[in-house]
């Protein structure tokens, strides 16, 4: 298995304008986080979804941000308008249903200017 | 709500000058305690889970130890290739999600 595909791998936009991070998870994963990485506050949850449905999305910063998992081989992280403070490098990661540990993409470097 | 922390912040290391990483936490019910390494410009790299209190796992020259309390990661005779941040992670009986500590970066020097 090629493991969690995230596209893009890097990003440059303008403030407020709209940015949309693409993650395939491994195939027969039922589960799917998004986490967001930055120097000053680590790995934070953003969302989770189960089944393709989203259990927990508490970490999800405000209303500008979204996510979608559509069907089990895709999901979205849509930013709408984007900020600077939103700078940060984006994860997908994936868990199968009988394990407990994570297997994380190679993350998106989102810069916004 | 789950809680890790992880010391030292940063570890410097010449090859072969073993030691040990912690990772402390606080949870309610442990379903799982991991291990992961992150190289620059990556996304972390699993490596161990530990189940229960007492369960030690080794791969090649990481040893990853569990009691109720904290988690140590302890590297024997470290070669330049570690180098990495290594993180730490719990996930509760009653919760589905892995709570990260913000990790431990390790140098060793040739």
């Known amino acids: 298995d090629a493991g969690v595909i995230q596209s893009p791998r890097h990003e440059v936009t303008e403030m407020g304008q709209e940015v949309t991070l693409r993650c395939k998870p491994i195939?027969?994963?039922?589960?799917l986080f998004w986490y967001r990485q930055t120097m000053m506050r680590g790995l934070e949850l953003l969302i989770y979804f189960n089944n393709n449905v989203p259990i927990d999305d508490s970490g999800m910063p405000e209303d500008r941000f979204s996510a979608k998992m559509p069907n089990a081989s895709f999901s979205t992280l849509k930013i709408q308008p984007s900020e600077p403070r939103d700078s940060a490098v984006y994860f997908c990661?994936?868990?199968?249903?009988?394990?407990?540990?994570?297997?994380f993409g190679q993350g998106t470097r989102l810069t916004v200017v | 709500e789950d809680q890790v922390t992880q010391s030292p912040e940063a570890l410097r290391l010449q090859e072969g000058e073993s030691s040990s990483l912690n990772c402390s936490y606080t949870v309610s019910g442990l379903r799982g305690l991991f291990w992961y390494r992150q190289d620059p410009g990556k996304g972390p790299e699993f490596l161990f889970t530990?189940?229960?209190a007492g369960e030690e796992k080794e791969k090649e020259r990481l040893k990853a130890t569990l009691t109720k309390k904290e988690s140590f990661l302890h590297i024997t005779a470290p070669k330049p290739e570690d180098s990495a941040t290594y993180l730490c992670a719990v996930q509760s009986g009653g919760s589905y999600i892995p709570t990260f500590g913000r990790g431990t970066s390790l140098i060793v020097h040739p």
């Open positions: 530990l189940y229960s």
């Open positions: 990661a994936s868990r199968p249903l009988d394990g407990t540990e994570a297997f």
């Open positions: 195939s027969g994963h039922n589960s």
